[in-house]
T-cell receptor, first 113, second 115 residues
Framework: SQQGEEDPQALSIQEGENATMNCSYKTSINNLQWYRQNSGRGLVHLILIRSNEREKHSGRLRVTLDTSKKSSSLLITASRAADTASYFCATEGSGGSNYKLTFGKGTLLTVNP | NAGVMQNPRHLVRRRGQEARLRCSPMKGHSHVYWYRQLPEEGLKFMVYLQKENIIDESGMPKERFSAEFPKEGPSILRIQQVVRGDSAAYFC?????????????FGPGTRLTVL
């Protein structure tokens, strides 16, 4: 079964720096989504990139998708302390059970003021 | 437009008791999904429901767990005879009718603690 796996597991940066997180998966997908989770809270949907897209932007977020390598990256530019959270990638598989999102374990991002 | 609502937000149960978790999807959404998040882990799919139908429950333990999404009212995830290993955060998500892709909107979760 497919699995999104993020790396690094934890990332600590200074405010103003860029943060890059990576995600790898194993099987064919319809799309890949990134979510943020603040400590002890629910998930916030950040961005969705479809399998036929290579790059997508949303504000300070930039997501890339390389289906040949089965990998994606999330770049947060000019980070802020409020960006401190766990970030998860989730893949929606192609095929019959494409409603299931498969999540990785996440990257814990700490942005120090 | 209210988001996905879950209650209770926190639930404490003793071993052997029953836990009932409720989820009200976003207005207009007819698809509901339940996920479980163990500490330090990502979310794991449990079950996918549409109104009055269980579409896929492949991620749900065969025993003690059940889910429903009745014609009227919220979706319910029921855990009977809870054990300590059931302690986790349970998230519900909903989506509208999907044609091309599935953006799921998540609720704030219910944190279940089994003593």
């Amino acid at each position: 079964s497919q699995q999104g796996e993020e790396d690094p597991q934890a990332l600590s940066i200074q405010e103003g720096e860029n943060a890059t997180m990576n995600c790898s998966y194993k099987t064919s997908i319809n799309n890949l989504q990134w979510y943020r989770q603040n400590s002890g809270r629910g998930l916030v949907h950040l961005i969705l990139i479809r399998s036929n897209e290579r790059e997508k932007h949303s504000g300070r977020l930039r997501v890339t998708l390389d289906t040949s390598k089965k990998s994606s990256s999330l770049l947060i530019t000019a980070s802020r302390a409020a960006d401190t959270a766990s970030y998860f990638c989730a893949t929606e598989g192609s095929g019959g059970s494409n409603y299931k999102l498969t999540f990785g374990k996440g990257t814990l991002l700490t942005v120090n003021p | 437009n209210a988001g996905v609502m879950q209650n209770p937000r926190h639930l404490v149960r003793r071993r052997g008791q029953e836990a009932r978790l409720r989820c009200s999807p976003m207005k207009g959404h007819s698809h509901v999904y339940w996920y479980r998040q163990l500490p330090e882990e990502g979310l794991k799919f449990m079950v996918y429901l549409q109104k009055e139908n269980i579409i896929d429950e492949s991620g749900m333990p065969k025993e003690r767990f059940s889910a429903e999404f009745p014609k009227e009212g919220p979706s319910i995830l029921r855990i009977q005879q809870v054990v300590r290993g059931d302690s986790a955060a349970y998230f519900c998500a909903s989506s509208p009718y999907r044609e091309y892709y599935n953006e799921q909107f998540f609720g704030p979760g219910t944190r279940l603690t089994v003593l």
